[in-house]
């Protein structure tokens, strides 16, 4: 294997993960928070959608994106309202709002384009493009270097740029802020956070709403950034994957990098190696793509009983009076 074609499959796994990474990281300040939330994928799919939406209407990404993070946001909403306010069953809200989310983009895209809950192709300035890097010119011409830094670091739009940043931010926040700290013991001891005289209810919807921007992100990426329109549930079960891999992360932010990492990985070789053969056996294709799915089961099966959740997890807090 060539340096180009490892440098092709590594540039793919950092588009790919991305919208992991937001998905990843979104999950892991909810269930920080106590709360766990399954309906990542439906946050990811009615952003996907609303971000393409816009955009193709207006022509402007960033308008896109603004909407994107608006859907989200009202999506987080809702799951708040049912899993905090009324002290609903948190899993059954997430399921619930990914089975909305489903309906809402096939439905109104239909309405809206009538191409099938798809949106028309996306162009110029209505989808996110390759930033260049400094120097990318000067190192063109440097053994290795130049083309590690031309295709794998420069060349990727502001959203991946985005990811990466905000994994050192969301492990400053968590780490070394008073936010955090209390977000994190709002995860394990509610009580003893609303003895200190700090609100739950506060700290767990401000955790809910950092999970819609970050899932509003990820969405507005897979349609706008990764791909140039919505098809029709383009999410395709990244909100799942996002959660196996903040099991295997065991919640901390650098793993977690580097599980979304992995995942993407996986999906870059499946898409580029549709057929090869193993010790004489030609491999199908659906195994291939389907390397991230066996890998977010196998995690599931076997990393769920070791990694240790945040003790108030799932549990709705009721105020002693």
């Known amino acids: 294997m060539d340096l180009a074609t490892i440098l092709a499959i590594l540039d793919a796994t950092m588009r790919s993960a991305t ?38 209407t207006t022509g402007s990404v960033w308008i896109g994106l603004l909407a994107g993070i608006a859907s989200s946001l009202v999506m987080s909403g809702i799951h708040g309202v049912a899993s905090i306010t009324f002290r609903g069953n948190q899993l059954i809200s997430g399921v619930a709002l990914n089975f ?15 191409l099938g809950g798809r949106t028309p192709q996306l162009e110029g ?13 000067a190192l063109s011409g440097v053994p290795v270097i130049g083309p590690v830094y031309a295709e794998l670091i420069s060349g990727h739009t502001i959203l991946v740029y985005l990811g990466i940043l905000a994994v050192a931010m969301t492990w400053w926040t968590l780490y070394r802020t008073r936010f955090g700290l209390r977000l994190r013991a709002v995860g394990e001891n509610p009580e003893s956070v609303d ?7 506060r700290l767990r919807y401000t955790a809910i709403v950092i999970t819609g921007v970050l899932c509003g992100l990820g969405g507005a990426y897979l349609s706008t950034g990764l791909a140039a329109g ?5 999410s395709a079960g990244r909100g799942f994957i996002a959660l196996a891999a903040l099991i295997f992360a065991k919640w901390r932010p650098w793993y977690a990098l580097m599980a979304c990492l992995l995942f993407g990985f996986l999906e870059a070789v499946g898409n580029r190696f549709q057929n090869i053969e193993f010790l ?18 196998v995690i599931l099966a076997g990393f769920v009983g070791k990694a240790i959740p945040p003790r108030a997890g799932g549990q709705p807090y009721v105020k002693e009076r």
């Open 19 to 56: 919208p992991l990474l937001f998905a990843c990281l979104a999950g892991l300040f909810s269930e920080r928070a106590g709360i766990f939330d399954i309906g990542l994928e439906g946050k990811l799919l009615i952003s996907a959608f609303f971000s393409a939406s816009i955009a193709a």
């Open 100 to 114: 909305l989310a489903s309906g809402i983009t096939v439905v109104v895209g239909e309405s809206w384009f009538g």
């Open 125 to 137: 300035a209505a989808r996110f493009q390759p930033i260049e890097l400094p120097f990318t010119g």
């Open 195 to 201: 003895t200190a005289g700090v609100s739950v209810l």
């Open 230 to 234: 919505f098809v029709k549930e383009m």
């Open 280 to 297: 004489g056996i030609n491999v199908p294709t659906q195994f291939m793509q389907a390397l991230p799915y066996i890998l977010t089961v």
